[in-house]
């Protein structure tokens, strides 16, 4: 464990940034096994994890038997000011994805992308989760709503 006050995460290259020698310095993914952010009240834990063979940093959400992570990922988008329906945008802008992973307990990441994978994923349970999903109104795109079914699945 090291304590460094002057931390900073490139969410663009997925980068942690140190102050060395008043010089910022990219730490390798292979020497971190996580961090953590801390601003004011608020904190943000970040770990290493590896999907399709790529190191990356993620946010879990959700641990337990089943485990749910987020990933927040920075593109640029160029400008779209060619063509007869262009909306005239000029300037390239950051665009802001999340994706987000559940981990059994023994296994890989495996993408959130709607409600069916999940039943798939869980047969013994896909009645249960169903009417769980019904009564709350769940969407899997909210956050909040995919805490709550991990938080259900870990019951």
């Known amino acids: 464990v090291v304590n460094h006050d002057l931390v900073n995460y490139d969410v663009f290259h997925d980068d942690l940034l140190v102050m ?5 310095v990219i730490v390798r993914k292979d020497m971190v096994q996580e961090f953590m952010l801390l601003t004011g009240l608020d ?9 399709n063979a790529v190191e990356s940093f993620y946010q879990p959400l959700v641990k337990g ?23 005239g945008k000029t ?40 009417l769980f999903l019904q009564k709350n109104q769940i969407n899997v795109k909210d956050e909040q709503h995919l805490k709550a079914v991990f938080i259900y699945l870990n019951r």
Do not use: C, H, M
Not at 66 to 84: D, F, M, Q, R, S
Not at 96 to 109: A, C, D, M, Q, V
């Open 20 to 24: 060395r020698n008043g010089a910022e």
């Open 65 to 87: 038997k089943i485990e749910l992570y987020k990933k927040v990922v920075k593109t640029i988008a160029a400008p779209t000011n060619t063509g007869a329906y262009s909306n």
């Open 43 to 51: 904190s943000l834990q970040l770990v290493r994890l590896k999907v």
């Open 91 to 130: 300037y390239s802008e950051f665009v802001e994805e999340k994706k987000y992973f559940w981990r059994p307990t023994s296994g890989g990441l495996k993408e959130v992308r709607n409600k069916k994978p999940l039943f798939a994923d869980f047969p013994e349970q896909q009645k249960n989760l169903e």
